[in-house]
């Protein structure tokens, strides 16, 4: 499964580096993270880790394979 997952403002690398599995790109005020997630737990450990960190994640979806 892929997914990107669009949060808002602009990560720095540092932040990004924070989620190695995935690519990111920067556009219109929002970071979109996009890459393969393994499983469901895999998913959720993503979303923790954007909260912990503080991020606001403003759209979560599976992109099509």
């Known amino acids: 499964m892929r997914y990107e997952i669009r949060v808002e403002g602009h990560l720095s690398e540092t932040l990004a580096k924070a989620f190695p599995e995935l690519g990111h790109v920067v556009m219109s005020g929002q970071t979109v993270l996009f890459g ?6 895999h998913l959720y450990g993503l ?3 954007c909260q912990s960190l503080g ?11």
Do not use: C, G, N, T
């Open 36 to 41: 393969p997630v393994v499983d469901e737990a």
């Open 47 to 49: 979303l923790a880790r």
């Open 55 to 65: 991020l606001r994640v403003l759209e979560m979806r599976q992109l099509p394979e």
